[in-house]
């Protein structure tokens, strides 16, 4: 929802930062799976229960993720790059509500339905992107990407809000994934309404 209005904001000092790493040698893959790495550990910071830790490495882990795109903006795009940055973003996203119902068994289940609802979101956002490539359509509403990027209620941005959230209030963590949940499911909603009234026919 708020991706495609931050991009004015992050985008020039990202480029900037992004074209001094590429002038150095730094190739945007080995930053994705960089910023993996840390995103995983600040997953398992989670699930050990040093919230703190986690906190910072899920923000290094976007730090990365935004300095690869940069990256490859600068020394060229590529098509193995692209996927490996959808990999690791699912990856990432999977990993933190696995970690805090790794941490406390009470969010078990509210962890357990917030993954179900990030895999139908990822469904019905690489679905849309598959039958928009097949005809031929692009957008740069999210900054020029490797694939079709279609909007919706909850996206990249409201996710880290809401991890960022469960780091500093986990008492509230039911309550967070259960709403973000149903946030998802809507935005499955609409994207398939999107699907509907631009793919039919």
Request: proline fraction near 3%; charged fraction near 15%.
């Amino acid at each position: 929802m708020f991706d495609a209005r931050l991009r004015p904001l992050i985008d020039p000092p990202l480029n900037a930062a992004g074209r001094a790493l590429a002038q150095l040698g730094v190739r945007a893959t080995c930053l994705t799976f960089a910023g993996l790495a840390l995103g995983l550990a600040g997953a398992g910071a989670i699930a050990l229960g040093a919230l703190g830790w986690g906190l910072v490495l899920i923000c290094a882990n976007r730090l990365f993720d935004g300095l690869d795109g940069a990256v490859a903006r600068a020394r060229g795009a590529s098509d193995l790059g692209g996927y490996f940055d959808i990999v690791a973003d699912f990856a990432f996203y999977v990993a933190i509500p696995t970690a805090f119902g790794i941490m406390d068994p009470a969010n078990t289940l509210p962890a357990l339905v917030l993954v179900a609802s990030f895999v139908l979101t990822g469904v019905s956002f690489l679905a849309f992107a598959v039958i928009a490539a097949k005809r031929g359509e692009e957008t740069r509403a999210h900054g020029r990407k490797s694939f079709f990027y279609s909007t919706g209620l909850a996206e990249g941005a409201e996710t880290i809000a809401v991890f960022i959230a469960m780091c500093l209030a986990p008492q509230w963590f039911a309550t967070i994934a259960y709403t973000y949940a149903a946030l998802c499911v809507a935005t499955v909603v609409q994207r398939s309404a999107m699907a509907a009234a631009r793919f039919g026919g």
